[in-house]
């Protein structure tokens, strides 16, 4: 029965990475249709982003409310209808009025699927779900461009999607008996911390919201303007370019994989320690030598040492902060990387379009020492809270 829901929840993290990668994927076709411009994209991205960060907030009261199972099924059921409204998509207004449920609904299934593998399953299984996660963002595209290419159709990319996501609400619906195999009361744990203390002051909270802010803000910003740097700063070809952003993406995917079979032999903090200095090594690849194989090498450097970071940190939450305090501080985590992702690659690259793309290995070098620092300094209060237990 464990084996059947991690199963389920794995399926369910696809199905999350799906839509996630779409609108990318159709815009161009879309603003065609619509007679749209091309920044269009950037509010009906920001309206998901906005209801993302709301409902990770609010995440854990309704955990506690509805309990992890009934909260996905109602996210879940969230984003189907919101895919199924843009499948009908026939103007701008339209489409950003669907995105807000597809926020809320994304933002709220993430933080308690994430939550309730860092409870009750092991740090092999939070990088496969992550994993899992990226397969979805991968296919998401994939399937749009096919869509499009027999059928000029968008409407029909986002029809498939929707009914993937109703199969799923159905499947979670019949797998409701399954997840009262796990407590979630956090009683079976020694209270670390007082459940009524307000989260944001709990000992330690506000490092590790800073890490997962500068992690989400440094991955974000590596995709997002790594090709640019590698053409316009290292004189890389932007077909070559383009493809190694592919690669970096995907070697974040294929790092969660494979960091799911050495979970067993390293702990979570040495895990993301040895991500944060393969990061470091390929920032001083892009930005000392120019050699655009080196350069290309350094960018996929930089994403294999994202790949432990983010599942890691996530695993870690039940043993910061209590597993009584876990979903509340979950969410709070999650909304912070939301924030992080959404806000700082347009802010830097105003910055850089100033001052000169050069500067984006010098920014992923001090996101990554801001979030060493955050890191490092939760790992001592957690060191000296079990010492001292």
Sequence with gaps: MTTLLIIIIYIAFISLGLPDSMLGAAWPTIRVELSLPVAGAGLISMIISGGTIVSSMASGKFISKLGTA??????VFMTAIALLGFSFGKNYLWLCM??????????????????????HFSARHMNWLHCFWGIGATLGPVIMSVVISQSGLWQKGYLI???????????????????????????????????????????????ALLGFFCYCALESTAGLWGASYLVQAKGIAADIAAGWISVYYLGITIGRFLNGFITAKFSNPVLIR??????????????????PFINLVGLVFIGMGCAPIYPSMLHETPVRFGKNNSSKVMGLQMAFAYMGATFM?????????????????????????????????????VAS????G
Excluded: H
């Design 70 to 75: 009934k909260l996905t099924l109602i996210s």
């Design 98 to 119: 669907m995105a807000i449920p597809l926020g809320l609904g994304a933002g709220a299934v993430d933080a308690a699927l994430n939550n309730f593998v860092a409870l």
């Design 161 to 207: 999607v929707a009914i993937i996501q109703i199969s799923l609400v159905i499947i979670l619906l019949i797998s409701l008996p399954l997840w009262k195999l796990f407590r979630e009361d956090g009683q079976e744990d020694t209270i670390l911390e007082d459940n009524n203390q307000p989260i944001l002051r709990l000992q330690g909270i506000r490092p």
């Design 274 to 291: 040895n991500g944060q200095l393969i990061i470091g090594i390929g920032a001083i690849l892009l930005l000392v030598f120019n050699q």
């Design 385 to 388: 809270r079990m010492q001292s």
């Design 345 to 381: 690659p347009p802010i830097l690259g105003l910055i850089m379009d100033k001052v000169g793309i050069q500067l984006y290995p010098v920014f992923i070098f001090v996101l990554l020492i801001i979030m060493v620092i955050g890191s490092e300094k939760i790992n001592k209060i």
